[in-house]
């Protein structure tokens, strides 16, 4: 008889290898060693169209794009003519090679704001959906960056905690629906929050404006939710914000990849380590899959009767219909139209003309719209308003329209600025920008003007269309989410003295 300390488990060896801390941590390495070098090749390859100045770099990119653009260029040469089509994007859209992977809220978002999403970025989305429905929130456990840095904040939230200087705020599960409620239906009504709302978006955010200038925005929003995780819940934000997360694990339910617990061995009485080793605060005792697990392994590990293993179970009778369900879906978002990019008024770090002063760049606004072509009332074409404020009253304006879907407007254009105290009338003769390839399509210049404005095109193909762009933020007005953090902290403090202090005072 075989004893309960050797028992075999039936299938191959890899049907029940655990996810090891070594293995997590090299896959978290990947993950953040690709948010980084993504905006570090791109801005490498800068120089492939063109040999750009350092102080050109610095202008258009930020004051360290010319050491960075040096470095590399000193030290592995200069790029191929390839490698800027090879690695691209970032935010919610990366390419690598010939894949590219989107995020499917912030293409709901797309869509819902009025555009059809490119064909590529519909197949993007359906490699990650696909991901999440075989292995759940795996994405959470291994690749998240956001995920990776809120669990090196409970290395500093657990002395603290130990002090009594932070506070275990419990949110509904159920808030992270409304979050994404949010986010889906904040396009419709002319706004864009999916790079603020989903944490992983804020993070990869961080890293590219770090290198194209801009840190306010991005860094305000990542450090709210760090604050929120150490001061006031603990990985609150994962369990409770996160939409992502949420849709992960509705669409893993049946996820292939999950925590099972062996019915041949029992847990010690009154143990709980596998609970306590659950960074979301599960219990896994029972092995189910809970919708929320991520299957990192962490609760395998700890288990003194080894009872809990994650494992694979492959249904081999249903792969060939499973098969054949991706291809024919595959074949049938082939035939989607090109893109007609729309996300209406949004305020962002970009790389728009920022100024020598990175708080700064986070006061760009861009005003990307589909209106009907001139040629076609039938067909939309896309117009883009981007505005930047440098220093004192002095804005960039940047504007990219088409005359027909795909085919960018090169010609004359005459623009009337207008705001509240006047107007004025900006003249191009063609478009300057040389960064636009195969030949410039942007058309850029500055003005002295108090924001927001209108633009009104008076030649062009949209001639007789106004515009007016959104106000974008002072850079004092980052500090308010993270600031406001702090003051939930203290508040929630005072909240515990007060009715001491009152109990003291009677008789």
């Not at 603990?234 to 949420?246: F, I, M, Y």
């Not at 380590?273 to 919708?291: E, H, K, V």
């Not at 804005?395 to 088409?402: K, N, T």
Request: glycine share 10%; proline share 8%.
């Amino acid at each position: 008889m075989t004893s309960a300390s050797t028992v075999r488990m039936k299938g191959a060896w890899w049907r029940t290898a655990p996810l090891t801390p070594g293995l997590r941590r090299v896959l978290q390495g990947v993950a953040f060693a690709v948010i980084v070098a993504t905006p570090a090749v791109q801005l490498w390859g800068v120089g492939t169209a063109r040999v750009w100045s350092e102080a050109e770099l610095t202008s258009r990119y930020g004051p360290a794009a010319a050491q960075v653009n040096g470095f590399l260029r000193g030290t592995l040469g200069a790029p191929p003519d390839w490698l800027p089509g090879w690695l691209v994007g970032g935010a919610w859209s990366i390419r690598l090679g010939p894949v590219e992977l989107a995020d499917p809220i912030a293409l709901l978002t797309v869509a819902f704001g009025g555009a059809l999403p490119a064909a590529s970025l519909l197949v993007g989305a359906a490699l990650v959906l696909a991901f999440h429905v075989l292995f759940g929130r795996l994405f959470c456990a291994v690749l998240c960056p956001y995920g990776i840095l809120s669990r090196q904040a409970l290395r500093l939230r657990r002395p603290l905690k130990r002090w009594g200087l932070v506070h275990d705020v419990r949110l509904p599960r159920q808030v992270r629906w409304v979050v994404l409620a949010a986010v889906l239906a904040a396009p419709v009504f002319g706004g864009s929050i999916v790079a603020w709302a989903l944490p992983y978006l804020a993070v990869t955010r961080v890293f590219h404006a770090a290198l194209w200038g801009g840190l306010g925005a991005s860094v305000a929003v990542v450090a709210t939710m760090l604050l929120s995780d150490v001061l006031l819940w603990d990985t609150g934000v994962c369990r409770s914000l996160c939409p992502s997360g949420a849709l992960q694990g509705l669409l893993g339910r049946f996820r292939l990849y999950r925590l099972q617990a062996r019915s041949d061995r029992r847990c010690d009485k009154g143990c709980h380590n596998c609970a306590s080793a659950c960074w979301i605060g599960l219990d896994p005792r029972g092995g189910a899959p809970d919708p929320d697990c991520d299957g990192c392994g962490r609760c395998v590990l700890s288990c003194p009767n080894n009872r809990l293993q994650t494992m694979v179970r492959v249904p081999w009778r249903g792969a060939p219909v499973l098969l054949a369900g991706l291809l024919l879906a595959g074949s049938g978002v082939a035939q989607a139209r090109a893109p007609e990019v729309i996300e209406g008024s949004r305020i962002e770090a970009s790389p728009f003309m920022p100024p020598s002063d990175p708080e700064l760049a986070a006061e760009i606004t861009f005003l990307e719209v589909d209106h009907p072509c001139p040629d076609d009332a039938s067909a939309l074409c896309a117009v883009s308003i981007g505005t930047a404020r440098m220093k004192g009253d002095e804005v960039a304006l940047r504007v990219f329209l088409e005359e027909a879907p795909g085919d960018p407007y090169t010609g004359p254009l005459a623009l009337t600025i207008e705001n509240a105290e006047g107007a004025t009338r900006v003249e191009f003769e063609r478009p300057k920008h040389p960064r636009s390839v195969p030949e410039p399509t942007l058309y850029e210049g500055r003005l002295a003007a108090s924001l927001p404005i209108t633009v009104r095109f008076e030649s062009g193909p949209m001639a007789g269309s106004a515009w007016t762009t959104a106000r974008p933020p002072r850079a004092a007005a980052l500090l308010v989410a993270p600031m406001g953090v702090v003051a939930v902290w203290a508040l929630l403090f005072a909240g515990r003295l007060w009715p001491a202090s009152g109990s003291r005072r009677r008789p």
